[in-house]
């Protein structure tokens, strides 16, 4: 949990609250410093939950029940640190990559007390980024943990990887009723093919529902680079609402 200097049980200032979910491979810890000084300066605490698959620490990859983890972030917030005070209306989620689909997943769940999210450089077809490991240096190595975490291959169970992935689930995304900016690379070497990856999800959102409040963010970074402190998350964060001394 980042939060602003100052701020604890005897200074319980209420603050908006980031839920930011990790990447791939990494833990909460590492997610914590993408974010620098920002909650500092900025006037708003971060949680990094370091979620868990159904078999792996690390990976994952969207597992039902880390996304109901998710949905109750804020409960699990309050009932670790009783002192804590959210501002009202003010909860958002952010994540990166593995971190970013699971974003898009809280959204298709469409918590009533979620304001506002980003997800920066998703995967959100898993069975495509299954097979696109075999592109990626250590494909191999990460198609086997896809098959211990998820259970088995995109053909022996679709239905698995349709769960983890939100482009099966844009029509709830697109009717969620909340705002929304997905960002990706078209040079991102690691989710490779974002066309048909996050710009897939963004166009069948607009398809299913021309009016919803989904934005995108489109440049030529490398993967994530884009979601730090000292690149362009805060740009990020004034788009959701997220303004400098809020």
């Known amino acids: ?53 159904r078999k792996l620490e690390l990976y994952s990859w969207g597992y039902r029940r880390q996304i109901d983890d998710l949905v109750r972030m804020p409960k699990i917030v309050r009932e670790t640190l009783p002192w804590f005070r959210i501002a009202p209306n003010r909860v958002y989620a952010l994540g990166g990559s593995m971190g970013g689909q699971e974003t898009l997943l809280l959204v298709a ?12 450089d998703s995967p959100t077809d ?17 198609q086997e943990l896809a098959r211990e975490e998820i259970g088995g291959t995109p053909d022996t169970n679709p239905v698995g990887y349709a769960l983890r992935s939100p482009i099966a689930w844009a029509r ?18 690691i989710v490779v093919d974002q066309a048909a990856q996050s710009a897939a999800l963004f166009n069948r959102i607009k ?3 021309p009016r919803a ?7 030529t970074w490398r993967h994530s680079h884009e979601m730090r402190w000292d690149t362009r ?9 997220l303004e400098p001394g809020d």
């Open 1 to 53: 949990m980042l939060l602003p200097s100052g701020v604890g049980p005897r200074h319980p200032a209420p603050l908006p609250l980031v839920i930011s979910p990790h990447g791939r491979g990494v833990d909460a810890l590492t997610n914590t410093h993408l974010w620098g000084d920002l909650p500092g300066q900025w006037g708003f605490a971060v949680v990094n939950p370091e979620g868990q698959g």
């Open 109 to 120: 769940r469409r918590p009533d007390w979620l304001a506002a999210s980003a997800a920066f």
């Open 126 to 142: 898993v069975a495509r980024r299954y097979r696109d490991f075999a592109r990626l240096p250590n494909g191999a190595s990460l």
């Open 172 to 189: 709830k995304i697109a009717f969620s009723g909340k705002r929304l900016q997905i960002w990706w690379s078209t040079e991102d070497e």
């Open 207 to 209: 398809q299913l529902n």
């Open 213 to 219: 409040s989904v934005t995108k963010v489109v440049g």
């Open 233 to 241: 998350l805060p740009e990020a964060l004034r788009a959701l609402g």
